[in-house]
Nanobody
Framework: QVQLVESGGGSVQPGGSLTLSCVAS????????MGWFRQGPGKEREGIAS???????TYADSVKGRFTISKDNAKNTLYLQMNSLKPEDTAMYYC?????????????????????WGQGTQVTVSS
């Protein structure tokens, strides 16, 4: 049974930083694709970052250069370091196990694979 629990959300000012965590159970990170997604009010869910079993990372253009996805296999924890935050980053952020292998699909094609979601954590960026 896979279970994902996000934490670390909150309210920050534009330009600020925040780190999200996702503690996973029932998942072997070295053989899994993990990802971070977000969904703002009235918007569709957007894939923003993924990390493959071997550590290879991919980012959506909207967060490239500002966000960093990482993982600690021993702690079974996924992280999202968010820097230079903008108001448009305001959303509910979710972690997910994507698909059934170590590889990751294209972020834009996340709906084509099986995704197991966490409950989400809210990030609000405002002045």
């Amino acid at each position: 049974q896979v279970q994902l629990v996000e934490s670390g959300g909150g309210s920050v000012q534009p330009g600020g930083s925040l780190t999200l965590s996702c503690v996973a159970s029932g998942v072997t990170f070295s053989s899994s694709c993990m990802g971070w997604f977000r969904q703002g009010p009235g918007k569709e869910r957007e894939g923003i970052a993924s990390i493959e079993g071997d550590g290879t990372t991919t980012y959506a253009d909207s967060v490239k250069g500002r966000f960093t996805i990482s993982k600690d296999n021993a702690k079974n924890t996924l992280y999202l370091q968010m820097n230079s935050l903008k108001p448009e980053d305001t959303a509910m952020y979710y972690c997910a196990k994507m698909g059934g292998g170590w590889w990751c699909p294209l972020l834009s094609q996340f709906r084509s694979v099986r995704n197991i979601w966490g409950q989400g954590t809210q990030v609000t960026v405002s002045s």
